[in-house]
């Protein structure tokens, strides 16, 4: 294990969105080849989780890591925007079972990174070019990998409530900036849904100051950063849950209605190709 240098002192600390729980987060240069990885840092040990697909596990409205009796969970705002910033390798301690939401987006990770110049002393290789494309569908759900000569993501959401509706967003790291134009984006939510995602023990952090909430005429907690805020914020989640693939190839990524499942299938399904061509 490798000793912490340069850390960001004195850490992030916030409650997590489903378990209700205060962690803190500390981000610390790893040396390069090294990946990124989380340090469970209260258990026995110490022990690793490594930030690849092949220790995702589904869980409802998140994405979560297990690597043998250890997890961390809602890892996808942080690796979205360790991802947009370039940053390869770097080790994430935690101590707790969940990254903290903060304010439901990733500006504050993005902040933190762009913050701290050392997490960024990788050189970067030159990512492959998906050469087919790839489709998973549910119903009228999918996710989609097209190639294409730059790297870009669309997704579109429908929803039968008056706030959100139908919207698309399209967005490409070469024409705007990740902290810009999408970590801002906060989590959103519909009122009616509240009592019963709480019943089933999720969300037991959530609350106005951290995640967008409408009923079926107005958004509760006003104003919205962006006029389609919710779009955008599932944007976020699927760079962070298709970061897992970790040197992700250059594509155009699309996702309709899709889910952190459909997300993680598709992160597979690249995975697989990039290590049997």
């Not at 990174?113 to 070019?129: K, R, S, V, W």
């Not at 989609?144 to 870009?152: D, K, V, W």
């Not at 958004?219 to 976020?236: G, M, Y």
Request: contains cysteine; hydrophobic residues 40%.
């Amino acid at each position: 294990m490798e000793a912490a240098s340069g850390t960001i002192a004195p850490g992030i600390s916030g409650v997590g969105l489903h378990s209700g729980t205060t962690a803190t987060v500390r981000l610390v240069p790893a040396p390069q080849g090294r990946g990124r990885y989380f340090v469970r840092t209260d258990l026995p040990g110490q022990p690793e989780i490594p930030a690849t697909i092949a220790l995702q596990q589904q869980t409802q409205l998140s994405t979560e890591l297990v690597a043998g009796e250890a997890r961390v969970r809602t890892v996808e705002h942080l690796l979205a925007a360790l991802f947009a910033a370039g940053v390869l390798d770097v080790r994430i301690e935690i101590d707790g079972p969940e990254v903290p939401l903060l304010d439901g987006s990733a500006k504050p990770w993005w902040d933190v990174i762009a913050a701290h110049p050392e997490l960024h002393h990788q050189t970067t290789p030159t990512p492959a070019l998906l050469t087919e494309a790839i489709w998973i569908h549910q119903g009228d759900q999918f996710v989609a990998a097209i190639p294409s000569p730059e790297l870009r993501f669309s997704y579109g959401i429908d929803f039968e409530v008056e706030p959100i509706g139908n919207q698309w967003h399209s967005w490409s790291p070469a024409s705007e900036s990740f902290g810009e134009a999408i970590a801002p984006a906060r989590t959103f939510g519909l009122a009616r849904q509240i009592d019963q995602l709480r019943s089933a023990g999720l969300i037991k952090g959530g609350s106005l100051d951290n995640a967008l909430v409408c009923d079926q005429e107005a958004w509760i907690n006003p104003p919205l950063r962006f006029s389609n805020e919710p779009v955008r914020h599932k944007l976020l989640d699927l760079v962070g849950d298709l970061s897992l693939v970790g040197q992700l190839p250059v594509a155009h990524y699309m996702a309709y209605k899709a889910s952190h499942n459909l997300h993680g299938q598709l992160a597979l399904r690249l995975d697989t190709i990039l290590r049997f061509p």
